[in-house]
């Protein structure tokens, strides 16, 4: 016979709003959450969380909206998402909109219909309309409006970290080379704060920054550095890109690190332990993720959240830049 939540009750030795606090992650003595636990592990008691959403008019699903799965910052993070949503016993729905707003609006519509409680969505197209204060959303590096939570690495100070480390490194003249969509969003103060941060260090700074979808990228880049033959020190909007200057300054016939210095921004990796694809402003994707779930989840709940979270971002070392020496 099928275990039920009273029968785990009774093997815990709680009641069965105790248990009930358990399977949703309520405040409960940490010896009392062991014991029920080790009942449900003993007798294999299988929640029926579709029955209970009917009843409480939720679906406990999640829809996560990304761009594409092919960047591996957006995969990432939803791997980061769906496991902080599977502790909450949430499941998600991934979203891919390649970048097609009709795509985004129907996955908006989602929730509006029922089909699930929240969003999460990292979007760059004009969806404005479609976002209002009563629906549960948390948008990643995008501001809507004051009542739209938002999830964001500290971009600014990310900006400003690149251009010290590289004038740290010895470079005497920088560039930023990034893509930017019409739509604003938070990656935008990579570049200005990057810019903004080497005119106060006195650091002269070359920028090529391009409108996506970014068309004959390469040629671009290539053009740009013929024109700065002295650029010495790059900084990327992102990890991809970085790898595509790399490739290009191979091309060029200049060696990465020894003529020309890059540094990213994300943290890609191949596998979580293995070194950075390239030196990096690392955003914590994972800690973003969880902040992200965790914030929905209240709104869902129907409680009032911050508005704004930042995450600390920091530099990571990888085999685009030089080791820094120390002088004694």
């Not at 009273?6 to 009930?20: E, M, N, R, Y």
């Not at 996560?64 to 998402?81: D, K, Y």
């Not at 911050?306 to 990571?316: D, E, L, M, S, W």
């Amino acid at each position: 016979m099928k275990a039920t939540m009273k029968d785990v009750a009774k093997l815990a030795g709680v009641g069965v709003g105790t248990v009930s606090r358990v399977l949703n992650n309520g405040s409960v003595k940490v010896s009392t959450r062991a014991k029920v636990e080790a009942a449900i592990k003993e007798l294999n008691y299988q929640p029926n969380f579709y029955a209970r959403g009917l009843k409480m008019n939720q679906t406990f699903t999640v829809a996560l909206i990304i761009p594409s799965v092919w960047n591996p910052f957006f995969s990432e993070f939803a791997f980061h998402v769906e496991t902080a949503l599977e502790k909450n016993h949430y499941k998600m729905y991934l979203c891919n909109s390649d970048g097609a707003v009709d795509k985004e609006r129907e996955y908006v519509q989602m929730v509006t219909q029922n089909k699930v409680d929240g969003i999460i969505g990292i979007t760059y197209s004009d969806i404005d309309e479609y976002i209002s204060s009563n629906l549960p959303f948390v948008s990643i590096d995008r501001y809507f409006t004051e009542d739209v939570i938002y999830v964001t690495a500290d971009n600014i100070s990310g900006g400003r970290l690149a251009a010290q480390k590289l004038q740290e490194l010895g470079c005497k003249k920088v560039a930023f080379i990034g893509g930017y969509q019409e739509i604003p969003n938070e990656t935008k103060n990579r570049r200005k704060y990057f810019e903004i941060e080497c005119n106060q260090l006195g650091q002269e700074v070359v920028i090529l920054d391009m409108l996506e979808p970014l068309e004959h990228l390469n040629k671009k880049i290539v053009a740009f550095l013929t024109e700065n033959p002295d650029i010495d020190g790059i900084f990327t909007v992102n990890d991809s890109m970085a790898i595509t200057v790399c490739d290009v300054l191979e091309q060029m016939g200049k060696a990465v690190p020894e003529d020309v210095q890059v540094i990213g921004f994300d943290g890609q990796r191949i596998t979580r332990h293995s070194p950075y694809l390239v030196s990096t402003i690392v955003q914590p994707i994972e800690a973003m993720a969880e902040a992200a779930v965790n914030l929905l989840l209240e709104v869902i709940k129907g409680e009032t959240v911050a508005n704004r979270t930042v995450i600390p971002v920091y530099f990571g070392e990888g085999k685009t830049t030089k080791k820094v020496t120390s002088v004694n």
